[in-house]
């Protein structure tokens, strides 16, 4: 069965440092992966998403993410955080369109913040 | 764009009873909505995928006497959660998909409602 890891539950980062968020996923063939930005007590927002083509991704908020096939990895970065980027962070995979379009999550990981 | 809303946000009731939470895309139509429930400091867990005009098809493992979800339109899902005890406490949350989107398999997703029976 397919899986997503995250390995840092929480990660604690200086304000105007570098973030990057690990994952790793377990799956057959090529999937489509997403990373998602929760606040406390809110929803998702979708930071970037990666179907095909150009490995390196940008998203919404000044992150990147880059899909690596023979680590299978697709890691988070972010050059400089921001105070507000304090948040959970999830990494997701998609499951083939025959099992319904699914989602699977990570575990997440808790990225604080200090000023 | 691609907005969906829940309805309410934060909701208690007491055991035994029902409560009713409604999923709404606002922008675009959905084929499929999905249903998942966070527990504190957890990932999501998904509960069951609602497909409109069909019975939802629910993940290993989930009531569906207990989970009642109805699709009743291309724009709302509800989630009923049945004679509700204290264990049901918990942060429910919607995502859907726009038909439009294709081969995409992005969901976008509701606020939330935390649920908390007494």
């Known amino acids: 069965a397919q899986s997503v890891t995250q390995p840092d539950i929480h990660i604690t980062v200086s304000e105007g440092a570098s973030l990057e968020l690990r994952c790793n996923y377990s799956y057959g063939a090529t999937p489509y992966l997403f990373w998602y930005v929760q606040s406390p007590g809110q929803g998702l927002q979708l930071l970037l998403k990666?179907?095909?083509?150009?490995?390196l991704v940008q998203g919404i908020k000044g992150f990147e993410a880059e899909f690596k096939r023979s680590q299978s990895s697709f890691n988070l970065r972010k050059p400089s955080v921001h105070w507000s980027d304090a948040a959970e962070y999830f990494c997701?995979?998609?499951?083939?369109?025959?099992?319904?379009?699914?989602?699977?999550f990570g575990g997440g990981t808790r990225v604080l913040v200090k000023p | 764009g691609a907005v969906v809303s829940q309805h309410p946000s934060w909701v208690i009731c007491k055991s035994g009873t029902s409560v009713k939470i409604e999923c709404r895309s606002l922008?675009?139509?959905?084929?499929?909505m999905f249903w998942y429930r966070q527990f504190p400091k957890q990932s999501l867990m998904l509960m069951a995928t609602s497909n409109e005009g069909s019975k939802a098809t629910y993940e290993q493992g989930v009531e569906k006497d207990k989970f009642l979800i109805n699709h009743a339109s291309l724009t709302l899902s509800t989630l009923t959660v049945t004679s509700a005890h204290p264990e049901d406490s918990s942060f429910y949350i919607c995502?859907?998909?726009?038909?439009?989107?294709?081969?995409?398999?992005?969901?976008?997703f509701g606020p939330g409602t935390r649920l908390t029976v007494t």
């Open positions: 997701a995979v998609a499951l083939l369109k025959a099992a319904g379009n699914k989602l699977t």
């Open positions: 995502s859907a998909r726009d038909v439009r989107d294709s081969p995409s398999y992005e969901q976008y």
């Open positions: 922008d675009f139509q959905a084929t499929t």
């Open positions: 990666y179907f095909s083509g150009d490995t």
